[in-house]
């Protein structure tokens, strides 16, 4: 069981947007705001997407978009693309005893 | 370009030892801390263990505390595992992540291809 809880699924259709949540408590999530975002496609490495709760490495298109409140973080794409399927994962800082931890994922399909 | 290139992947009996290497390349390696990711085919990430940049701060998962040991050699622009007492639910790929700060503290910007230890008889 990952330490942080993501939905196992989400869709949308070209154009929509889509949101997926991670959820923490305040020993992780919560308590820092150092949640980040990573995308992989099968057989690849993962990619950050998103640091620091809401912002984007440079050469992320500006579709990508985080933010947070409370012990809950949300990745949000907008106009999804067919290249935006694929699976993504949350991690939060988890202070110096467990330091970072990872949600279950969540497997993106566009539609 | 960040490069990091992971290598000692491959099968290892219960019990044994192995020992993965990260070479690392394109960027001050001694700026930043570096950390190792494994990834159980098909399944989650889980963080394995991170290292600062001078080696003045280590942290490892529980699971695998007192078995893995990370090391790094800034001369070598290299990262380390030891791994020892292996079983078989330390199967996985196993990648080498750039941290985006010089502590365990903050994102894995960059990442490996990833190596694969399977660990069975």
């Known amino acids: 069981q990952s330490a942080l809880t993501q939905p196992p699924s989400a869709s949308g259709s070209p154009g929509q947007s889509v949101t997926i949540s991670c959820t923490g408590t305040?020993?992780?999530?919560?308590?820092?705001?150092?949640v980040s975002w990573y995308q992989q496609h099968p057989g690849k490495a993962p990619k950050l997407m998103i640091y620091?709760?809401?912002k984007r490495p440079s050469g992320v298109p500006d579709r990508f978009s985080g933010s947070k409140s409370g012990n809950t973080a949300s990745l949000t794409v907008s106009g999804l693309q067919a290249e935006d399927e694929a699976d993504y994962y949350c991690s939060s800082y988890a202070g110096s005893k467990k330091s970072f931890v990872f949600g279950g994922g969540t497997k993106l399909t566009v539609l | 370009e960040v490069q990091l290139v992971e290598s000692g992947g491959g099968l290892v009996q219960p019990g044994r030892s192995r020992r993965l290497s990260c070479a690392a390349s394109?960027?001050?390696?001694?700026?930043?801390?570096m950390h190792w990711v494994r990834q159980v085919p098909g399944k989650g990430l889980e963080w394995v263990s991170g290292i600062s940049w001078n080696s003045g701060s280590i942290d490892y998962a529980d699971s695998v505390k007192g078995r893995f040991t990370i090391s790094r050699d800034n001369a070598k622009n290299s990262l380390y595992l030891q791994m020892n007492s292996l079983r078989a639910e330390d199967t996985a790929f196993y990648y080498c992540a750039k941290d985006k700060d010089y502590d365990i503290l903050n994102t894995f910007d960059y990442w490996g291809q990833g190596t694969l230890v399977t660990v069975s008889s």
């Open positions: 305040s020993s992780d999530v919560g308590g820092y705001n150092y």
């Open positions: 394109g960027f001050t390696f001694d700026d930043y801390a």
């Open positions: 620091e709760v809401n």
